[in-house]
């Protein structure tokens, strides 16, 4: 595992008056409200009690996102979220009153989604996401995936009502696909990523991702701890950077040292740490960790994690791949939890510096340590987590 300690002068500022606002706990009456219609379940908060004993830390704490919809991702609360307001606040402007979530299913409101088309690029998840908001207000969708997309999760996306286009190409070739597609068609774009001048849509996005940090300082108080640390995976980084806004707006001084973790074959949040810049990193060897494969910043979470991040770390390909197997074969009495490729890269980064006496001392990781982790997503490609779960584990 790579570690990077955040040298950025920026570090430990306070979050920028817009992120407070994006992000911060007023918001959450807001998330609540557009996030009713969509049926989500609070999903649980594992006391991973055997695992932290073995790794020496008081308290292993594990959000399992698997089961938060039959998605089987976070990424269900974000695009779906963002597709709703942008068609809500269509429907105010041309109603020219406020409209409540609740009306989504009105004629009224379904024929102003009639009327829109939103796209996306997406490894997978997110386009899942947005193809589901897209259904409940009536809007068509149109997802852009690239060559490294499974058949089985281009399928589950047109299950849901959407037009599948697979590009060739990485992921930033879909990106590019999706936004001159719909420049061109007058769709509106719903991109999980932002970039100068586009970002009101990734913040809505990530605005969603609050549903879930918002009951873990919930189930937080429920079990009367304070966390330490949190280990937290990124792609773009807008998981990351909206959980950590989040913590920090609520919790002022007692919140938890964040570490971002991010595969070793696409570690773009890294590179641009050590380079105190978002910079764009060459496109290299396709990772297991498909969600996290993205080779440039997002530029609000760029701006968010340069400031709230304490460390920076990498992990292979055999340390997710083991902690997928392990996560799904706990020792008891820890519970079962069923973790895709990318889902459990936070675990897997907290097994490897606990495993390394200087890394764990840099990020001062001892029997105190009360860790927060998320388990992003389930089996969201069943058929290849089942093959994965019988791979055996280069050393
Ligand atoms: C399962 C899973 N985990 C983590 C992430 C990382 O999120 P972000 O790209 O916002 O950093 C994603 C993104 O799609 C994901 O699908």
Redesign the pocket.
């Known amino acids: 595992m790579q570690l990077h300690i955040n040298t950025s002068r920026r570090f430990g500022q306070p979050l920028r008056t817009e992120d407070l606002g994006r992000f911060g706990p007023d918001v959450i009456a807001e998330v609540r409200e557009y996030t009713a219609p969509m049926d989500f379940v609070v999903t649980p908060l594992h006391r991973m009690g055997a695992l932290a004993h073995r790794l020496g830390i008081s308290t292993l704490l594990l959000k399992d996102e698997s089961g938060r919809s039959p998605l089987g991702?976070?990424?269900a609360l974000g695009g779906a979220y963002a597709v709703v307001r942008v068609v809500m606040a269509e429907a105010e402007r041309q109603l020219g009153r406020r409209v409540r979530a609740r009306e989504i299913g009105d004629a009224s409101i379904q024929e102003i989604g009639r009327a829109i088309t939103v796209a996306c690029a997406t490894?997978?998840?997110?386009g899942r996401s947005v193809a589901a908001g897209a259904k409940l207000v009536g809007s068509q969708a149109v997802v852009f995936i690239h060559g490294g997309v499974t058949e089985a999760r281009a399928d589950a996306i047109r299950a849901l009502g959407a037009e599948v286009r697979r590009v060739s190409g990485s992921y930033d070739e879909s990106v590019a696909a999706a936004n001159e597609e719909a420049r061109r068609s007058g769709w509106q774009i719903i991109s999980?990523?932002s970039w100068p001048g586009y970002e009101d849509i990734p913040a809505l996005v990530?605005q969603g991702y609050l549903l879930m940090v918002d009951e873990v300082l919930q189930q937080l108080c429920e079990s009367n701890v304070s966390l330490t640390h949190v280990f937290l995976?990124?792609?773009?980084?807008?998981?990351?950077a909206a959980v950590s806004a989040h913590l920090s707006a609520t919790l002022g001084e007692a919140k938890p040292r964040v570490i971002i973790v991010e595969p070793e074959r696409a570690a773009c949040l890294f590179q641009s740490a050590i380079e105190q810049r978002p910079v764009r990193i060459k496109i290299g060897e396709p990772t297991i960790m498909a969600?996290?494969e993205?080779h440039e910043p997002?530029l609000i979470?760029w701006r968010i994690l340069e400031s709230e991040a304490y460390a920076f770390v990498t992990i292979g390909e055999a340390a997710a791949l083991r902690t997928l197997q392990l996560l799904a074969k706990p020792e008891v009495p820890d519970p079962f939890v069923l973790s895709?490729e990318?889902?459990g890269?936070g675990v897997a980064a907290l097994i490897e510096a606990c495993a390394a006496p200087h890394q764990r001392e840099l990020l001062g990781l001892d029997e105190r340590s009360v860790v927060l982790a998320f388990n992003?997503?389930g089996a969201?490609d069943p058929a290849l987590y089942r093959r994965l779960l019988d791979e055996q584990v280069p050393a």
């Open positions: 991702s976070f990424k490894d997978g998840n997110h999980d990523t990530m995976q990124a792609g773009v980084g807008g998981f990351a969600m996290l993205c997002s979470a895709g990318s889902g890269a992003t997503e969201t």
